[in-house]
């Protein structure tokens, strides 16, 4: 079983829309998470940082549901510039300084 | 303020040879990782270098070694390079560890024939 599991999609969706991607990770000793994106040929940067309580950052909302392990990012009035890959990342637990990444969710937003 | 630098930004190489590829981390960040990212595959990780001393490292064959210096920059070292060794490799600097955000730099491509 992989560390971090996304669905890669690709999703595909109209401008405007709102979109949900999901990630679970293996390690139930896991202590940070987050979101990054990664553009088409260009370096993964942080998206946001995904706290127990949930967190909202204008229209990208993650939540985290520890018991079931698993990490949630929520894009809503979905703009043509969102177009890119969604890398969901967990930090800690027994190997500590290791940042694992899970493969990425494709999302394309069309016209 | 600069980012994280790479170099080179390709690099070719043919089997059996030896590659490095060098990364100078944000200016103030004593940490420095490296991840592998093949074609088709997520960004794996190699190695976590901190203050000049290897704190944790992938599951990658020793072939794959690399070190820090003294000014922060590192080095990441592939010997007896192997077809599958192609891939962009993404050198990374962060000022508070794996609890904050990871500045990736641009990467530098390898391609072995």
């Known amino acids: 079983r992989k560390e971090v599991e996304q669905d890669p999609g690709p999703f595909n969706v109209p401008e405007g829309a709102t979109v949900a991607f999901n990630c679970t990770y293996s390690n139930s000793a896991s202590q940070s998470f987050f979101w990054y994106r990664q553009d088409c040929r260009k370096e993964p940067k942080l998206l946001m940082s995904?706290?127990?309580s949930g967190n909202e950052d204008g229209r990208f909302t993650a939540q985290l549901n520890r018991a079931s392990q698993y990490i949630s990012l929520l894009i809503r009035d979905s703009k043509l510039s969102d177009s890119a890959t969604y890398l969901c990342?967990?930090?800690?637990?027994?190997?500590?300084?290791?940042?694992?990444f899970g493969q990425g969710t494709i999302l394309t937003v069309h016209p | 303020e600069a980012g994280v630098t790479q170099s080179p930004t390709h690099l070719i190489k043919t089997r059996g040879q030896q590659a490095t590829l060098r990364c100078s981390p944000i200016s103030g960040h004593t940490s420095v990782y490296w991840y592998q990212q093949a074609l088709g595959l997520g960004l794996q990780f190699l190695l976590w270098y901190d203050e000049g001393e290897e704190r944790n490292r992938g599951n990658f064959p020793p072939r794959f070694s690399g070190r820090q210096f003294p000014n922060y920059s590192s080095e990441l070292n592939v010997n007896a390079l192997e077809l599958e060794d192609s891939a962009l490799y993404l050198c990374?600097?962060?000022?508070?560890?794996?609890?904050?955000?990871?500045?990736f730099g641009e990467g530098s491509r390898l391609t072995v024939l």
């Open positions: 990342v967990v930090s800690g637990g027994t190997s500590y300084g290791k940042l694992t």
């Open positions: 995904v706290y127990s």
């Open positions: 990374a600097s962060s000022l508070l560890g794996v609890t904050g955000e990871l500045f």
